[in-house]
T-cell receptor, first 106, second 113 residues
């Protein structure tokens, strides 16, 4: 089973770019990587999904290298409202780990 | 917008009681999920269902059962509630073609005393 590892927490300041890297050494060859965001007292919200190279949407970018053993979620120019827990998980794994708590300070 | 609703935001039950948590989605999604969330442990999958009357065990099914008689409704049942089942319970749904894009409900905070 693919096991994911990501940092427990990260601190940043408003306007900076935040990059969260997730390791998934044993991801299946046909599996995708997804990222979710969770605010306090809410359920997680789907952010982005990718298989290889780079995917960008209005919220974030996702970089997945050719070996697919890791992925990096990039949040450009964060604001205080981006303070949340971010989870990465292979699509087929379904269970979320503890995630990365990102704290954005003024 | 997809809407996933859960029957209660807060619930207090006694040890040994049978507890029903209901989840309803309005987007005709094939897949539905039940998770529990505990501090430091993230969200752990209890059960999921990919079709009416179909279910698969997740990582922590012990002490739980589920029922899906209609496509839009997925119920989580605690046959005999115990204090270690005090937790936040989250329901989610996703379409058959986009398994990964789950839509979550607001959660039910269950306290078992």
């Amino acid at each position: 089973l693919a096991k994911t590892t990501q940092p427990i927490s990260m601190d940043s300041y408003e306007g900076q770019e935040v990059n969260i890297t997730c390791s998934h050494n044993n991801i299946a060859t046909n599996d995708y990587i997804t990222w979710y965001q969770q605010f306090p007292s809410q359920g997680p919200r789907f952010i982005i999904q990718g298989y290889k190279t780079k995917v960008t949407n209005e919220v974030a970018s996702l970089f997945i290298p050719a070996d697919r053993k890791s992925s990096t979620l990039s949040l450009p120019r964060v604001s205080l409202s981006d303070t949340a827990v971010y989870y990465c998980l292979p699509v087929r794994k379904l269970s979320f780990g503890a995630g990365t708590t990102v704290t954005v300070r003024a | 917008d997809v809407k996933v609703t859960q029957s209660s935001r807060y619930l207090v039950k006694r040890t040994g009681e049978k507890v029903f948590l209901e989840c309803v989605q309005d987007m005709d999604h094939e897949n539905m999920f039940w998770y529990r969330q505990d501090p430091g442990l993230g969200l752990r999958l209890i059960y999921f269902s990919y079709d009416v009357k179909m279910k698969e065990k997740g990582d922590i099914p012990e002490g739980y059962s589920v029922s899906r008689e209609k496509k839009e409704r997925f119920s989580l049942i605690l046959e005999s509630a115990s204090t270690n089942q005090t937790s936040m319970y989250l329901c989610a749904s996703s379409s058959g073609t986009r398994l990964a894009e789950q839509y979550f409900g607001p959660g039910t905070r269950l306290t078992v005393t």
